[in-house]
């Protein structure tokens, strides 16, 4: 079955011109679907359109479970084949933040991550990445006009730049003012890397916050943690991001996630300052969520490696750990829900 949040509102238009219906009435469904409105829900649209519609799929994703931490509620998902996928929305005092998945699973298999142990199992549609965005918004009472989430962070399961097309066609579908509206500012895609694509994010859609999943800051140590790094190398990494910062003219952010005794010695926070010089960006380092299926542990040396990074004269921050009591990293809530399914 076909997802009609697929569509924007122009393919929506041809869609009604296609069954012999008046073309406002794509308006009318795209915004039933944005509200998060089943087929059962929607008093706009007479009862012989729905009947004519009734071979597609209004809303990808359904909230299956929810867990609510003091700062933030994680979410899983239910897709239309049974799959699971997970979110998570962040309360801040600027607004709420929404991370959103865009795979089912992963296949980048960086050592630390929850997401990527079982591989990929397929990539997201835009409709289903969008309707992560529009499940959450219904989840918190909000409407078009007046949406609760604020910010949107593509960093939950997947690599965003891995499944491309989907990932383009959400932010330009997010964007719209037809839909939510959303500032690009307010939007943040996270890569481990994928050079290329970042030249082609640079050409389609500069303006949202280019985020990198750094976590070293040579080569060497890059390949031992992240497998990406041997197709692309720091150089050319650094090369695509230098490229971006330019044409977006925006400062792209370096994650650094601190592991003990692989990348968190004054040796690394040198290294790491000598990369990032003249750069328009800023370091966020990031404590370690414990894996247990991995064998590694937070660094002890945190905010001695970010005071050596000020010293330095980087921009640098500790990122605060929002819903760590719910297995808020990536993966780790799917992961778990699907290894008591097993068990049941």
């Not at 949040?5 to 795209?30: G, I, S, V």
Request: overall charge positive; proline content about 2%.
């Amino acid at each position: 079955m076909k997802i009609l949040l697929d569509n924007d509102l122009n393919e929506l238009q041809q869609l009604m011109l296609d069954l012999n219906e008046p073309k406002f009435r794509a308006k009318q469904l795209y915004d039933s679907l944005l509200l998060g409105q089943n087929v059962d829900e929607n008093t706009t649209l007479p009862k012989l359109l729905k009947e004519k519609l009734s071979d597609y799929i209004w809303q990808p994703i359904k909230i299956y479970k929810t867990y609510e931490g003091k700062d933030a509620v994680k979410f899983l998902y239910k897709l239309n084949d049974n799959n699971i996928i997970e979110g998570i929305v962040m309360f801040h005092k600027y607004g709420n933040t929404l991370c959103v998945s865009t795979q089912v699973g992963c296949r980048m298999g960086c050592k630390f991550c929850a997401s990527t142990l079982d591989g990929l199992l397929r990539n997201l549609t835009c409709g289903e990445i969008l309707g992560q965005v529009v499940a959450v918004n219904k989840y918190l009472g909000g409407n078009i006009a007046d949406r609760k989430i604020t910010n949107i962070v593509l960093m939950g399961s997947g690599e965003p730049l891995d499944n491309y097309d989907n990932v383009l066609k959400f932010l330009k579908m997010v964007t719209d003012k037809n839909s939510f509206t959303f500032s690009k500012r307010n939007i943040s895609l996270s890569t481990c890397g994928l050079a290329d694509k970042i030249d082609k994010l640079a050409d389609d859609f500069a303006g949202i916050v280019l985020t990198i999943s750094l976590h070293s800051s040579t080569q060497s140590k890059r390949q031992e943690i992240m497998p990406i790094a041997y197709k692309y190398d720091l150089t050319t990494l650094i090369n695509s991001v230098k490229n971006y910062a330019i044409k977006s003219g925006r400062r792209v952010v370096f994650e650094y996630t601190l592991i003990d005794g692989v990348n968190d010695s004054i040796e690394d926070a040198k290294n790491l300052s000598k990369l990032t010089k003249g750069l328009m960006c800023h370091i966020n380092l990031i404590p370690l969520n414990f894996v247990k299926e991995r064998n590694l542990q937070t660094s002890k040396n945190i905010y001695n490696f970010e005071k050596q990074l000020k010293n330095m004269g980087c921009s640098v921050t500790v990122r605060n750990s929002m819903g760590s009591e719910i297995d808020g990293a990536c993966g780790q809530l799917r992961r778990k829900h699907l290894a008591e399914e097993n068990n049941e």
